[in-house]
Every structure is written in C-alpha cells, then in structure tokens.
C-alpha cells in the first residue's frame, strides 16, 4: 500500500513540475531514481521532403503463360494438357529462355458443371498449368510469345505481361543527389520566406519508390498470332524510379 501511495506521490510531483517550467523547453528534468522528462516535444528547424526521379528503359519483361484443357474426363485432361505444356517449354528453352528463369505458378485440376434445367451434370474437367517466364533479351519479346503461342496451338493460354529493371540500386547515387538538392531548394525557399538563416542539416531519412511489381501490374496480352509470320509487336516504354529524402534544417536565427 505504502509503494502505491509513493508512485502516485511522485507521478503528482512530476506532473508539477512540468506545470511549473511552461515554456522552458529543451532542459530534461532530474528525477529520482535516473528518471527524466524532456519538455522539448515539438519538432525543431525546417523540415522538407526532396525527391529524385529518373526514368529508364525495362531491361526485363516476365511473362505468365501456359495451356488449358477440357476434356469429358481428367486422364484425358491431363494428358493432353501435358503434352502441350512440354511443347510450350521446349519453345521457351528454344528461343532462348533460361530455365531458371521459368517457374510453375499456377496448376489446377477442376471439374466443369452445366446446369440443364435444375438438374446441374459434369460436362468434363479441365486442367489448368501456367509458368512465370522471365525474358532478358528485350528484342525477342515478341517472338518469344508466337513460339510458345505455335507451340501450345488451341490450349495456350497468356495471361499477362510486365516490365521492370533488375536491378534499380544501380542509380540510387544518383537519385540521392538529386533528393538532397531538392531538398535544399525547397529548404533555402522556405528559410528566406520566413526572414531566417538555414543551418546544417540535422535528421536525414530515406525513402525508396520502385516501380509496382509485375503482380501489381498485368496487361492483357491477344493470344491470336498476326498474320504473315509477322512477330507480335512489343513496347516496354519507361519505367520511373523514385527515391525521396526527408530532410531536417537548423534554424541560425
């Protein structure tokens, strides 16, 4: 009881205290026991956020492809469907893609219903086998799709394609300079603006923005082959890398 009666005793005098200094911010308060309370809550300086942007070319298309098949039963299904599958890697391998750059995503077996009447019955089962295949040689995107496309005839199936670059740390020194000196900018505007001098910087965080990843981003991609043995056209366009700096300036006065 006694123990309680104490810590309340001291909880109420630290309470005071804090009344007591107001606005004197900035000096922690010797406690008992090595306890401290620091007045000064607020954020001090300047605080600005500075950004760097670049934009730059996919050096990396990924692909999710694969077949599917309906057959009246899953014997039949699967058969085939694996035989078009095998088809369909051999044309990846091929043409040139790596095969640790394929990878199973997606393999389903299910059974397909039709309703007739109130009566629903099984009309066949259909098995479902997609892969992840990444593309380094950007020049033959589009033929890539036709050989698989040629090579999985009816049962192939694609479900989307993206774009990114491998390995974006690459320009992050570069995006770190242009942050900071956004940053500054936006700083030295601001400090004359409110009639001070900017000081040194106090606090530094990064932040980085890479694209969206292939998940984020599917795009459709037509299964139908041109005609002419044209190869599909593809245009990866430009990707934009950001990198954002939250900065801290003193204020001299």
Same mark, same amino acid.
């Given at each position: 009881?006694?123990?309680?009666?104490?810590?309340?005793?001291?909880?109420?005098?630290?309470?005071?205290?804090?009344?007591?200094?107001?606005?004197?911010? $900035?000096?922690?308060?010797?406690?008992?026991? $090595?306890?401290?309370?620091?007045?000064?809550?607020?954020?001090?300086?300047?605080?600005?956020? $500075?950004?760097?942007?670049?934009?730059?070319?996919?050096?990396?298309?990924?692909?999710?492809?694969?077949?599917?098949?309906?057959?009246?039963?899953?014997?039949?299904?699967?058969?085939?469907?694996?035989?078009?599958?095998?088809?369909?890697?051999?044309?990846?391998?091929?043409?040139?893609?790596?095969?640790?750059?394929?990878?199973?995503?997606?393999?389903?077996?299910?059974?397909?219903?039709?309703?007739?009447?109130?009566?629903?019955?099984?009309?066949?089962?259909?098995?479902?086998?997609?892969?992840?295949?990444?593309?380094?040689?950007?020049?033959?995107?589009?033929?890539?799709?036709?050989?698989?496309?040629?090579?999985?005839?009816? =049962?192939?199936?694609?479900?989307?394609?993206?774009? =990114?670059?491998?390995?974006?740390?690459?320009?992050?020194?570069?995006?770190?300079?242009?942050?900071?000196?956004?940053?500054?900018?936006?700083?030295?505007?601001?400090?004359?603006?409110?009639?001070?001098?900017?000081?040194?910087?106090?606090?530094?965080?990064?932040?980085?923005?890479?694209?969206?990843?292939?998940?984020?981003?599917?795009?459709?991609?037509?299964?139908?082959?041109?005609?002419?043995?044209?190869?599909?056209?593809?245009?990866?366009?430009?990707?934009?890398?950001?990198?954002?700096?939250?900065?801290?300036?003193?204020?001299?006065?």
């Amino acid at each position: 009881m006694k123990k309680r009666w104490l810590l309340a005793i001291s909880l109420t005098l630290v309470l005071a205290v804090v009344g007591l200094c107001g606005c004197s911010q $900035g000096s922690p308060i010797e406690l008992p026991k $090595g306890l401290e309370v620091n007045l000064n809550a607020q954020q001090e300086g300047i605080w600005v956020t $500075g950004k760097g942007e670049v934009s730059v070319v996919p050096d990396i298309a990924t692909l999710r492809l694969g077949v599917e098949v309906q057959k009246a039963s899953v014997a039949e299904a699967q058969i085939e469907a694996t035989e078009a599958m095998d088809k369909v890697m051999a044309a990846l391998k091929d043409s040139g893609v790596d095969e640790k750059d394929i990878q199973t995503q997606y393999f389903r077996i299910r059974q397909r219903t039709k309703w007739y009447g109130e009566k629903e019955e099984i009309v066949g089962y259909q098995v479902s086998n997609k892969v992840r295949a990444k593309i380094r040689d950007m020049d033959k995107v589009g033929a890539i799709i036709d050989a698989a496309a040629k090579a999985g005839g009816d =049962f192939f199936r694609i479900e989307d394609i993206s774009f =990114f670059v491998e390995d974006p740390s690459t320009y992050y020194k570069d995006l770190r300079e242009k942050a900071m000196a956004d940053a500054e900018a936006k700083a030295k505007q601001l400090a004359e603006l409110a009639g001070v001098s900017l000081g040194k910087a106090t606090y530094v965080s990064e932040g980085i923005q890479t694209p969206r990843s292939w998940e984020e981003r599917m795009v459709p991609v037509p299964i139908p082959m041109p005609p002419g043995g044209v190869p599909t056209p593809i245009s990866p366009g430009e990707e934009t890398i950001s990198l954002t700096i939250q900065v801290a300036y003193a204020i001299l006065g």
